[in-house]
């Protein structure tokens, strides 16, 4: 009751301030009278205008019930802190329910008046700039979370000669042009355009610019560390309220990666379009035997090899290019191929529109798009007729060479046992006339008188050799000869058993050189059995041949791998040197180490005839003066 009397009060004194009634009433300013409450006791004619309400409707009423909800406590804090201190409050902003229901933003100064105990609460409105304000807000929230980069450009010289300088540049432009904002604000959009501008693009930007015209136009900039950067550039001009343009706003996107792909592009389309290959193109599907995908592209040079017309050919399939001569084998290859999704390479037999037959390289691949589905074929044919054509001719060549050869060597083997045979005749003939005419000569003048003649019986011993010699010459070519046409002698062969057998036929020499032959676990394979006494007994022969002052020691030992079997004979002897490791293995060659011991150079040729027979090779290793070992593959 009090209260409502001190209201009352405070109302007719208030009413009594009637020159101050009619300030209030001229101001544009919004006014309003409240007791320390907040009760309403005056409002003036700005007021009531622009909420709708007049006295009657105000009147007595707190002030806080017209006050929007979302603003109700933040008010109740500004007004409850204002009571207590009577300190003024400035620029207060809060929303206010018009009397239609509608919101607007007032911002108030609230002052106390202590000789009336009033309080005047003065406001304006500024609901436009609110509205402004979240309208920028939201400008600014789209433009730094735009996936686009966006600049905003003033124009800093005259409207004629405009020249903009960048005020605004948003998170997206930061990101990949690498700029800061210190280096960006206040600069020419030019700077990205770095040193490999385009003159035409950059003419016409300028004149869009000058003329304060839109344009639109892809655009080769530069970022800050001055890598290239292709952006897809949009200019427009800005005009303010009173429509005079004063800004540029620049939307821009990075199509580096397109460029780059169109690029690519353009640079394959050349290549296929230019290509002296065929190319073919087709659908992925569907596939359906025997015809095969749809073609939707072919090249000048597919059109040039078969001689169907681009019309022609696309819709089509590739299946128009085979015929009866074309085979199943490289039809099932190709079949396989595209049910799995594969590339494929394979020769194939095809047919022009003329029927006429061709081969091609054929190369089919393919084709996915960046998510990984497949989406076509491409099919790369490369003419190979004439190649085809040269192996055939090639390959008749070859085989009437073959037939050839194999004829000569025929006849070769015929005459080597022809001349062997006629060879040794006389050659046994000459040997048994020297041993007679040794035995008579040596009966006829005495034991005695054969020391007289020395001389002579070392000459007649000569003869002997030489002719030895020969027939043993003779003997070696002869096997030389026959060791390639010997196919038929080939058995499963324990070499263990083999090499039990060379060892007792070289009894003898072993016991006289007194050589120690030891030999591991050697494989059972099969092989020419002659040819495998031949090798090892060559081989051993020679290892007691060149054994030197040294007690000879003779080590065999095999070694399986994928192919076949290596097998090394070790000894102790006088070595060889680095220029007669390649001699020793010709025919006729012999090493230049020692001439001492006597030999026609044949044994190691026929041990390397026969090695090669078996599909394997022949070395050795060796150092001079302390042994060597002969390693050898067979491969069989």
């Known amino acids: 009751m009090q209260k409502k009397e001190n209201f009352l009060s405070l109302k007719n004194a208030f009413n009594q301030k009637i020159e101050l009634k009619q300030y209030l009433d001229l101001s544009l300013e919004m006014f309003c009278v409240c007791d320390l409450d907040g009760r309403i006791i005056y409002t003036n004619q700005s007021f009531n205008s622009v909420t709708g309400y007049d006295l009657n409707d105000l009147d007595d009423k707190l002030l806080l019930k017209f006050v929007h909800a979302d603003d109700l406590v933040k008010m109740t804090s500004v007004l409850s802190n204002y009571r207590k201190d009577k300190v003024p409050v400035q620029l207060f902003y809060s929303r206010f329910l018009t009397k239609k229901g509608n919101v607007k933003w007032f911002s108030w100064n609230i002052v106390y008046d202590e000789t009336n105990k009033v309080s005047f609460f003065s406001a304006r409105e500024t609901t436009k700039i609110y509205e402004n304000r979240e309208q920028l807000n939201l400008f600014n929230v789209a433009f730094d979370n735009a996936k686009e980069a966006i600049i905003i450009a003033k124009n800093v010289g005259t409207f004629d000669h405009p020249n903009p300088a960048i005020v605004y540049v948003n998170q997206t432009f930061l990101d990949y042009s690498g700029y800061e904002l210190d280096d960006i604000i206040g600069e020419n959009p030019r700077m990205m355009r770095g040193t490999n501008e385009n003159k035409i693009v950059v003419e016409k930007i300028k004149c869009a610019v000058k003329n304060w015209e839109s344009i639109d136009i892809e655009v080769k900039n530069q970022t800050k560390s001055g890598e290239d950067i292709w952006v897809s550039l949009s200019i427009s001009p800005i005009a303010s309220e009173e429509g005079i343009l004063t800004h540029w706003i620049s939307i821009q996107k990075d199509i580096t990666e397109r460029i780059t792909k169109e690029e690519k592009l353009r640079m394959f389309e050349s290549i296929v379009v230019n290509s002296k290959d065929s190319v073919i193109i087709t659908e992925v599907e569907p596939y359906i035997y025997p015809t095969g995908p749809k073609i939707v592209y072919v090249n000048d040079a597919f059109c040039?090899?078969?001689?169907?017309?681009?019309?022609?050919?696309?819709?089509?399939?590739?299946h128009m290019l085979q015929g009866e001569l074309t085979t199943n084998e490289s039809r099932v290859k190709m079949r396989n191929a595209l049910k799995k999704r594969e590339p494929v390479q394979v020769d194939v037999l095809n047919y022009k529109k003329n029927k006429e037959t061709f081969w091609v390289e054929l190369s089919i691949v393919p084709v996915t798009n960046e998510n990984g589905r497949f989406t076509h074929w491409v099919s790369i044919q490369r003419d190979i007729t004439g190649r085809v054509k040269l192996k055939e001719q090639l390959e008749q060549k070859v085989e009437e060479r073959t037939s050839e050869l194999e004829q000569s060597n025929r006849k070769l083997e015929a005459f080597a046992w022809v001349v062997s045979h006629d060879l040794k005749a006389p050659l046994r003939m000459v040997v048994s006339y020297l041993e007679i005419l040794k035995r008579k000569f040596t009966k006829k003048i005495g034991e005695e008188a054969a020391t007289i003649y020395k001389n002579e019986f070392e000459y007649l011993k000569f003869a002997q050799t030489g002719a030895k010699e020969a027939n043993d010459l003779i003997e070696g070519v002869l096997k030389y000869s026959q060791i390639q046409s010997a196919e038929a002698d080939w058995?499963?062969?324990?070499?263990?058993?083999?090499?039990?057998?060379?060892?007792?036929?070289?009894?003898?020499?072993?016991?006289?050189?007194?050589?120690?032959?030891?030999?591991?676990?050697?494989p059972t394979i099969k092989a020419h059995k002659v040819q495998m006494k031949q090798l090892f007994q060559n081989l051993i022969a020679n290892a007691i041949k060149f054994r030197g002052d040294n007690p000879c020691e003779i080590r065999i030992e095999?070694?399986?791998?994928?192919?076949?079997?290596?097998?090394?004979?070790?000894?102790?002897?006088?070595?060889?040197?680095?220029?007669?490791?390649?001699?020793?293995?010709?025919?006729?060659?012999?090493?230049?180490?020692?001439?001492?011991?006597?030999?026609q150079g044949i044994g190691l040729s026929l041990c390397k005839e026969i090695v090669e027979h078996h599909n394997g090779k022949i070395w050795v290793e060796s150092t001079l003066g302390e042994g060597s070992s002969f390693y050898?593959?067979?491969n069989v």
């Open 632 to 634: 050898f593959s067979l």
């Open 558 to 599: 095999a070694t399986k791998y994928r192919k076949g079997h290596l097998f090394e004979v070790r000894d102790s002897g006088i070595g060889i040197t680095d220029v007669d490791k390649e001699v020793i293995f010709s025919l006729f060659g012999r090493a230049k180490t020692d001439r001492r011991h006597e030999g």
């Open 304 to 318: 040039e090899l078969t001689g169907y017309t681009r019309e022609e050919a696309i819709g089509n399939t590739p």
């Open 491 to 522: 058995e499963i062969i324990d070499l263990n058993e083999k090499l039990k057998t060379v060892l007792v036929l070289l009894r003898k020499d072993i016991m006289v050189s007194e050589a120690k032959v030891t030999y591991g676990d050697l």
